[in-house]
């Protein structure tokens, strides 16, 4: 997925109990964030996706976590926000 819309993909990783990471690929060098999204998913993130869930033309992102038996859902909005 390119994050930043600058062209380049970017790296997304879930760590499990820890905050997540991306790495920003700014086409020669990445530039690593840690909880870039400030998302709640250090309580035991195992796996992400991005996917169009609302049908508005951006990528949304779907996490599951397995130690609370459930997934969580951020849509983002026009703004590139994630809520």
Known sequence: MDFDQNGWLDIYIVRHKLEDLI??????????IINPL??????GGNVTAWANVDNDSDKDMIVGVAD????????TDVRRNIH
């Open 38 to 43: 400030g998302l709640e998913t250090n309580d």
């Open 68 to 75: 609370a038996r459930e997934h969580l859902l951020y849509l």
């Open 23 to 32: 790495y920003l690929n700014e086409s020669e060098s990445f530039t690593k």
